[in-house]
């Protein structure tokens, strides 16, 4: 399964909701988080709609790996040169409240481990 429900990234993405977008090109658009859990909280999200990585399909490899070296964009952009952590939560057990595939980048400071 590829189909999200309407959700708040969807309305994001059709600037429905505002955000504060850092960065966006033809397949994604990343934004701070509204309740960030380090000094830098990004979110990097597909423009297309997919649920989790769980129900990403074989002809999402190349969004995919677009998703990942978005990261690396967006964290030198943020100036994370001394690390940061990249999270994606799959499912209600895994953590994940937005049924929209997303990728967290937190940074900013010593992050511990583990996480929780």
């Known amino acids: 399964m590829s189909e ?8 994001i993405i059709r600037r429905e909701i505002p955000a504060n977008i850092v960065y ?3 397949l994604a658009l990343a934004f701070t988080d509204v309740n960030p859990q380090a000094p830098v909280h990004i979110l990097i999200i597909p423009k297309k709609p997919i649920v989790n990585i769980a ?4 002809e999402d490899q190349a969004l995919l790996g677009h998703l990942l070296l978005t ?12 690390g ?3 999270v ?6 895994g953590g994940q409240t937005v ?4 990728i967290h980048i937190l940074g ?9």
């Open 88 to 93: 994606m939560n799959t499912g209600a057990d």
């Open 55 to 58: 129900t990403a399909e074989p």
């Open 99 to 102: 049924y929209h595939l997303h």
């Open 84 to 86: 940061y952590r990249v």
């Open 71 to 82: 990261v690396q964009k967006v964290a030198a952009q943020a100036r994370l040169e001394n």
């Open 108 to 116: 900013g400071r010593y992050l511990s481990w583990p996480p929780g």
């Open 24 to 26: 966006e090109d033809d």
């Open 4 to 11: 999200t429900t309407d959700t708040i990234f969807s309305k």
